[in-house]
């Protein structure tokens, strides 16, 4: 008879990795909103200015996530996990000091933007992979199930305390807590204990002799444009992340200047809507069981449009409703999205192709980010605030498209994953 495996709550350095994880991610929500709150308020930046902010953030992940992918493949991934934590901790503290002495400008925000994005790509690409060498292949869904309730929980009670935190002690040292997050977060992942074996660097996992960088990348894209349900979730999920971050890019903006929010009141809104996203944490698996994962896919995505225009719908008077309504509506639909079609992404992909495809992935729907922040930007300042709202909520409307034309609406169960290595030819 078969026993059950023990609960990764008694696991030791599962528990370090979590731990790590959820200080900072609660530490996380107080920058996603202080430094716009810096921009706003304290530099008088400009939308357009606000907007560019973003887009530099997530610039290295145009830049770096492709090569990213085959670099971690070579190397040990919990000295990249420290490196990013170390790294975002040193920027963020930028920001305080030198607000200390009266220096801090919009470029050191763009400065701390684009170093925390390289710090975030490595980071990001190494965890995936660090998860399943740090416990059993059976313990994996257990794992990441743990670490996406942690997000959750962090983005729901996350934004109130910045908010109390931002109006407290003002937002620059607000900013010092996620700093002091991130040194936490890099020692426990320092105190793990489990012997990390190091990748050889001339040959990958099956005994073949590894190809150049720029070939292993190559490999990547073709694979995922190459692949019918690959390609149909990342031009939907890069669809939605366009005209979702065309919204977002200016939210902070138009809740100050346009709804006239304080940032406690901010704060207090992205919590509630934010408890979504744990709602859908807790039931994503359960809905790709009962409609099947290809319809689960499409239709979380189908609903996540008019969650966002929602936005652009609340009239000054009493604004709250809907934007709660929204952050709810979006939440539930980004987890259950997420947590589908990672998991589809996952099982429908070769062990020996799972970094490249991540990186791949991860490079196509987020390259769409810094564009949309840009174009998110410039319309803020050239058509008005509301009304760029509303061109992300329309446009989020039909990101749908490329699922339901594609074949993945007509799968029902989850595919079993495929073990035999990938080449060229493949």
Same mark, same amino acid.
């Given at each position: 008879?078969?026993?059950?495996?023990?609960?990764l709550l008694r696991h030791p350095d599962f528990l370090k990795l979590w731990s790590a994880e959820t200080i900072s991610q609660f530490?996380?929500?107080?920058?996603?909103?202080?430094?716009?709150?810096?921009?706003?308020?304290?530099?008088?930046?400009?939308?357009?200015?606000?907007?560019?902010?973003?887009?530099?953030?997530?610039?290295?992940?145009?830049?770096?996530?492709?090569?990213?992918?085959?670099?971690?493949?070579?190397?040990?991934?919990?000295?990249?996990?420290?490196?990013?934590?170390?790294?975002?901790?040193?920027?963020?503290?930028?920001?305080?000091?030198?607000?200390?002495?009266?220096?801090?400008?919009?470029?050191?925000?763009?400065?701390?933007?684009?170093?925390?994005?390289?710090?975030?790509?490595?980071?990001?690409?190494?965890?995936?992979?660090?998860?399943?060498?740090?416990?059993?292949?059976?313990?994996?869904?257990?794992?990441?199930?743990?670490?996406?309730?942690?997000?959750?929980?962090?983005?729901?009670?996350?934004?109130?305390?910045?908010?109390?935190?931002?109006?407290?002690?003002?937002?620059?040292?607000?900013?010092?807590?996620?700093a002091v997050s991130f040194i936490g977060s890099a020692l426990f992942v320092f105190a793990i204990r489990k012997h990390e074996p190091?990748?050889?660097?001339?040959?990958?996992?099956?005994?073949?002799?590894?190809?150049?960088?720029?070939?292993?990348?190559?490999?990547?894209?073709?694979?995922?444009?190459?692949?019918?349900?690959?390609?149909?979730?990342?031009?939907?999920?890069?669809?939605?992340?366009?005209?979702?971050?065309?919204?977002?890019?200016?939210?902070?903006?138009?809740?100050?200047?346009?709804?006239?929010?304080?940032?406690?009141?901010?704060?207090?809104?992205?919590?509630?809507?934010?408890?979504?996203?744990? &709602? =859908?944490?807790?039931?994503?698996?359960? *809905? @790709?069981?009962?409609?099947?994962?290809?319809?689960?896919? #499409? $239709? !979380?995505? +189908?609903?996540?449009?008019?969650?966002?225009?929602?936005?652009?719908?609340?009239?000054?008077?009493?604004?709250?409703?809907?934007?709660?309504?929204?952050?709810?509506?979006?939440?539930?639909?980004?987890?259950?999205?997420?947590?589908?079609?990672?998991?589809?992404?996952?099982?429908?992909?070769?062990?020996?192709?799972?970094?490249?495809?991540?990186?791949?992935?991860?490079?196509?729907?987020?390259?769409?980010?810094?564009?949309?922040?840009? &174009? =998110?930007?410039?319309?803020?300042?050239? *058509? @008005?605030?509301?009304?760029?709202?509303?061109?992300?909520? #329309? $446009? !989020?409307? +039909?990101?749908?498209?490329?699922?339901?034309?594609?074949?993945?609406?007509?799968?029902?169960?989850?595919?079993?994953?495929?073990?035999?290595?990938?080449?060229?030819?493949?």
């Open positions: 008879m078969k026993t059950a495996r023990p609960s530490g996380t929500q107080v920058s996603l909103l202080a430094i716009p709150l810096v921009a706003v308020t304290l530099l008088q930046a400009t939308p357009f200015e606000v907007g560019l902010l973003g887009t530099i953030e997530f610039l290295p992940f145009i830049l770096f996530a492709l090569p990213a992918g085959a670099w971690v493949d070579r190397l040990r991934r919990r000295p990249i996990l420290i490196l990013g934590d170390i790294g975002r901790a040193i920027s963020l503290g930028s920001i305080p000091l030198a607000y200390a002495f009266d220096a801090l400008t919009i470029w050191q925000l763009y400065a701390v933007g684009f170093i925390n994005g390289v710090m975030t790509v490595l980071f990001d690409v190494a965890y995936q992979s660090y998860l399943p060498s740090l416990v059993d292949r059976d313990q994996i869904v257990e794992g990441n199930s743990k670490l996406e309730i942690s997000r959750s929980a962090a983005q729901i009670g996350g934004p109130g305390v910045a908010g109390v935190l931002v109006n407290l002690i003002s937002a620059p040292l607000a900013i010092a807590a996620d190091a990748p050889d660097r001339h040959r990958d996992e099956h005994g073949r002799a590894r190809e150049s960088l720029r070939r292993e990348v190559s490999e990547g894209l073709r694979y995922v444009l190459g692949h019918p349900y690959l390609r149909s979730i990342a031009a939907s999920t890069g669809w939605s992340n366009l005209f979702g971050t065309i919204a977002f890019s200016i939210y902070i903006v138009y809740l100050v200047r346009t709804l006239n929010l304080t940032p406690d009141v901010i704060g207090f809104v992205f919590g509630l809507g934010n408890a979504g996203t744990l &709602v =859908g944490a807790l039931v994503a698996a359960r *809905i @790709g069981r009962w409609l099947g994962v290809g319809p689960a896919i #499409v $239709g !979380s995505m +189908f609903v996540s449009g008019p969650g966002i225009l929602l936005l652009g719908l609340a009239p000054p008077e009493f604004p709250i409703p809907f934007l709660v309504a929204s952050g709810f509506i979006f939440g539930f639909c980004a987890l259950t999205y997420n947590i589908n079609q990672v998991s589809f992404r996952q099982a429908v992909t070769p062990t020996a192709m799972q970094g490249r495809m991540n990186a791949t992935m991860r490079f196509i729907v987020w390259g769409t980010i810094p564009i949309g922040m840009m &174009v =998110g930007g410039f319309l803020g300042g050239a *058509i @008005g605030l509301r009304e760029t709202m509303l061109v992300g909520g #329309v $446009g !989020s409307l +039909f990101a749908f498209l490329p699922l339901l034309i594609g074949p993945l609406r007509h799968l029902r169960e989850m595919p079993m994953p495929l073990q035999e290595p990938v080449t060229t030819a493949a």
